[in-house]
């Protein structure tokens, strides 16, 4: 599970400066003040991929130090750290293991009995930020190919 998490985070990184270097470069190249909609709108979509990129890879971080603290023993390690939530403690007396979930992100608590519940260990604006920010890219890379479309349609001559 550990190195699961681990292999993400890099993955995550790459990605946004992939991103990153994507968008701006295109937008370089074209020059800001030439380029046309369609580039404009293809820059957006990879910056704004870069952006979900990094909130689920700092969503990641938060996960992985739920699980290097749930895997830690000692004296001290039950209940499970992460599923401890202040004024629950007899919800977490009943942890017997934890999973994670990785859309939404999350560090779960299962409990006796087959019940469930989501430790508090992700950040409440990352599962949102990056599904608003997967959105606003599509939407924008969307319309980034309709005008593309709009652009190949067009009469040359014109």
């Not at 681990?6 to 800001?32: E, K, M, N």
């Not at 130090?65 to 007899?90: F, H, I, K, N, Y």
């Not at 560090?107 to 997967?134: D, I, M």
Request: hydrophobic share 50%.
């Amino acid at each position: 599970m550990v190195m699961l998490l681990l292999l993400f985070i890099p993955v995550g990184l790459v990605a946004a400066f992939a991103f990153v270097g994507y968008g701006f470069g295109s937008l370089g190249r074209a020059g800001h003040r030439r380029a046309g909609r369609e580039v404009w709108l293809r820059s957006l979509a990879a910056i704004l991929g870069a952006v979900a990129a990094a909130l689920y890879t700092w969503g990641l971080l938060h996960v992985a130090g739920a699980v290097l603290d749930a895997e830690d023993g000692g004296a001290d390690a039950s209940p499970l750290r992460p599923c401890r939530t202040p004024g629950q403690w007899e919800r977490a007396l009943r942890v017997v293991d934890y999973t994670v979930d990785y859309v939404p992100l999350r560090f779960v608590c299962e409990t006796k009995g087959g019940g469930s519940y989501a430790a508090e260990s992700v950040p409440g604006y990352v599962n949102p930020a990056v599904l608003g920010s997967v959105l606003a890219a599509a939407a924008c890379a969307g319309a980034a190919a309709l005008e593309s479309k709009r652009r190949a349609g067009e009469d040359p001559a014109v």
